[in-house]
Nanobody, 125 residues
């Protein structure tokens, strides 16, 4: 099973930017859909954005126009670029991967088998 390690979280002021990275182990990274979820204190984990193995991108309405996802299959790494950050973006961000994702399940956390440990993103007002 693929193992995921996130990095790049931190504290940023509202309006600022951060880039998160998700490094994956294994030689089949290109076959996985990659996604980012987040969980704020007292709230359920929610879908943020995902990229399929074919490069199709899906995102939550709350991050449209602000967040982008990309992947570098040669480096086994996925990235989440977050711009125009808002205090409500504060959460622990989790990277997820799965080889069996289809468009109808790409935004569902239960569809993913592999998860990273999470990285904290805090946006101050």
């Amino acid at each position: 099973q693929v193992q995921l390690v996130e990095s790049g979280g931190g504290l940023v002021q509202a309006g600022g930017s951060l880039r998160l990275s998700c490094a994956a182990s294994g030689r089949t990274f290109s076959r996985y859909a990659m996604a980012w979820f987040r969980q704020a204190p007292g709230k359920e984990r929610e879908f943020v954005i995902a990229i399929s193995r074919y490069g199709s991108i899906y995102h939550a309405d709350s991050v449209k126009g602000r967040f982008t996802i990309s992947r570098d299959n040669a480096k086994n790494t996925a990235y989440l670029q977050m711009n125009s950050l808002k205090p409500e973006d504060t959460a622990v961000y989790y990277c997820a991967a799965d080889g069996g994702i289809v468009p109808s399940t790409i935004a569902k956390s239960a569809a993913y088998d592999a998860w990273g440990q999470g990285t904290q993103v805090t946006v101050s007002s």
